[in-house]
């Protein structure tokens, strides 16, 4: 026998040469880059989409705090102005000192009223 029966082991003249990896994949630091990738890709998605409804979160929670604790304070001292102009003002007359402190509010409410501003002018 000859050495055709040496098998595929050794290349032969005619036959295809062994091909070496080529492309993004050729280095053996094609994991690193790989990674890196996807850190990447994470980063901007956070960046663009996470951070921002982590924001509006935020605000809405810390708008709702406010806002509940806005409330409870306003109750509050109207509660206490009421039962202070009760105790020493009026002589434990509670409609004087409701008509009091409903003027007041109604004053503030109109205040607010005329400095509103209007939504425009479009007649229906």
């Known amino acids: 026998m000859s050495d055709a029966s040496a098998g595929p082991s050794t290349p032969s003249a005619g036959g295809p040469a062994p091909q070496t990896p080529t492309g993004p ?3 053996a630091e094609w994991p690193a880059r790989a990674a890196d990738l996807v850190e990447d890709v ?3 998605v956070h960046d663009r989409v996470i951070r921002p409804l982590v924001v509006a979160g935020r605000a809405l ?3 709702l705090l406010v806002g509940t604790m806005a409330l409870v304070v306003g109750v509050s001292v109207a509660v206490a102005v009421v039962r202070l102009l009760d105790t020493y ?3 434990h007359r509670v409609w004087a000192s409701d008509l009091v402190a409903g003027g007041a509010l109604t ?3 109109l205040l607010a009223w005329s400095r509103r501003k209007s939504r425009g002018t479009e007649e229906r």
Request: net charge neutral; proline share 0%; no cysteine.
């Open 89 to 91: 003002a009026f002589g």
């Open 25 to 27: 994949f050729a280095s």
């Open 61 to 63: 929670v810390f708008g």
């Open 107 to 109: 004053l503030v409410g």
């Open 42 to 44: 994470v980063s901007a």
